[in-house]
């Protein structure tokens, strides 16, 4: 198995799409997949590097320019994802792949990027019917969850001593609180280590899972008005207030419409590379 890996290393091509599945289905450098990894990331690498070949033999490749500024500004994002320059430069060495070998591979994958762009900018519009029927036949992902208004007070705890003095401080504002629970805002200004402290604590509207989950529990069991016990999470202290509570509902159409739009209009655009690429398949299959 060693060698065949190393076989199917020598085609540059075929090894640029191979480093970039190993990111992009396992978020690993190709030199260390499993085989079984190996093998599933060769079979896609190698299904899209025979595709975009049929691809730039089109007649629309030779109106695919990319400037050689765009494809530097790519090869610096790619190196961007290591550690270092030099970890890069490794893994190429690791690949036997040339810098040079490197570059053209994504100069290419950056000119079928700009041909199926082409393709999908024939598709502009998204009429209002197919708005309307989109959002009457999948209303359930137009449902909002319950929401909360919520506020808070942190301290954070991120040494013993600092937690033993954090707990200290927010019990003591968490006493004071159970008898003058209107002067939250008063509490959160003067001793909350929260960037809302200023604004009184107030966080805003938040649905659940947008805050970690010892705290979405605890918001989502308080009543308006409330005001939580000590909260502790792995670095800081809280105490949260409910300031409202927002039943679930249905997103009316004149909102969802706004979501719709781009998503059928990328869906619409997908389709037509889709078609477009099955067709140029085929007439590759007749030729």
């Known amino acids: ?37 190996y093998n599933q990331v060769y079979q896609h690498a190698n299904e899209e590097m025979l595709l975009h070949q049929i691809i730039l033999s089109s007649s629309d490749a030779c109106c695919a320019i990319v400037p050689d500024d765009l494809i530097e500004c790519a090869l610096q994002a790619v190196i961007a994802e290591y550690s270092s320059n030099d970890e890069f430069h490794d893994m190429l060495t690791a690949n036997k792949l040339q810098l040079s070998e490197y570059r053209q591979s994504l100069h290419n994958d950056l000119r079928v990027e ?23 036949t999948n209303k359930t992902q137009f449902r909002r969850p319950e929401q909360r208004k919520v506020s ?3 301290l954070f705890a991120n040494t013993s001593a600092e937690e033993e003095q954090s707990f200290l401080t927010i019990s003591e504002i968490y006493n004071r609180l159970s008898f003058h629970p209107e002067n939250f805002s008063i509490e959160a200004r003067h001793f909350s280590e929260c960037d809302t402290n200023e604004d009184g604590g107030k966080i805003g509207i938040l649905g659940p899972g947008e805050l970690c989950q010892e705290l979405d529990s605890v ?10 016990e000590v909260v502790k999470t792995s670095k800081a202290y809280h105490i949260l207030k409910c300031d409202a509570i927002f039943p679930a509902i249905h997103v009316p159409f004149e909102e969802a419409k706004v979501q719709i739009g781009p998503l059928l209009l990328k869906k619409k655009q997908l389709q037509a590379c889709r078609l477009w690429l099955q067709e140029l398949v085929e007439n590759t299959k007749d030729s």
């Open 152 to 154: 808070i007070i942190q």
């Open 219 to 228: 918001l989502f069991s308080l009543n308006s008005g409330d005001i939580s």
């Open 1 to 37: 198995m060693r060698l065949e890996r190393q076989h199917k290393r020598n085609c540059p091509t075929l090894t640029f799409h191979v480093m970039k599945f190993a990111v992009q289905d396992f978020q690993k450098n190709s030199c260390n997949l499993t085989n079984d990894e």
């Open 114 to 136: 700009t041909i199926l762009g082409k393709v999908a900018a024939t598709v502009q519009t998204v009429t209002q019917s197919e708005i309307s029927r989109y959002y009457l």
